[in-house]
């Protein structure tokens, strides 16, 4: 560059002239790099992403948990008839209290039954339970990608570890309606994101 005054070669950036003392215009800052449109640090969620709404992501929820209940009367009728060929051995009280807890874990051992295929074999391959696929959603890590097998397994034990915990299960079904990003206490767990999917691929 030069000095408007003396016409002297000045060194880019320089304030004053050394030769004339003038004082020269502040040299351009030089541009910043764009920032990415989504965060630089994880979770790497886009704001641009279609989110699920929380009626759609509920619908789901049934048509799984119907599949769940037909677990439970698996699990019912199997466990059923070992307890009533027990009955003569342990007499009827024995047979009662040992019926009062198995049926506590009817419901966790039908979820994790099912949802070794559902929840984790089926998102895991295609992003989708089978409820989830009839309403069109799609179940998503951080950066877009299908979780991993043992990503979905680890999402499967927290939805079951809350079931044991009195009125966790309804928060965690209800949390989408106020969080930004419209997650479930198990998709915090792992980070992952549920999305709609109107290919169904």
């Not at 704001?47 to 439970?72: E, K, N, Q």
């Not at 299960?169 to 915090?188: I, N």
């Amino acid at each position: 560059m030069y000095c408007p005054k003396c016409g002297a070669a000045i060194v880019p950036g320089t304030a004053f002239c050394p030769i004339c003392g003038g004082g020269l215009q502040a040299a351009a800052a030089p541009m910043q790099p764009m920032q990415p449109a989504f965060a630089a640090t994880p979770p790497y969620a886009y704001p641009g992403w279609d989110y699920a709404t929380w009626s759609t992501r509920a619908i789901g929820y049934i048509v799984d948990a119907l599949l769940v209940g037909v677990g439970m009367a698996v699990l019912y009728l199997v466990i059923g008839g070992v307890f009533g060929s027990m009955l003569g051995l342990v007499g009827a009280h024995g047979f009662a209290s040992g019926w009062c807890c198995m049926m506590v874990l009817l419901f966790p051992l039908a979820t994790l039954g099912v949802g070794f295929y559902n929840s984790v074999y089926l998102v895991a391959q295609r992003g989708f339970s089978i409820g989830q696929g009839i309403v069109k959603v799609k179940v998503v890590d951080g950066n877009g990608n299908l979780l991993t097998q043992g990503t979905a397994f680890v999402r499967l034990l927290v939805r079951v570890a809350l079931g044991f915990v009195p009125f966790l299960p309804m928060l965690d079904l209800l949390w989408p309606l106020w969080d930004v990003r419209r997650q479930t206490l198990h998709d915090k767990a792992v980070n992952c994101y549920v999305i709609n999917n109107p290919s169904g691929m």
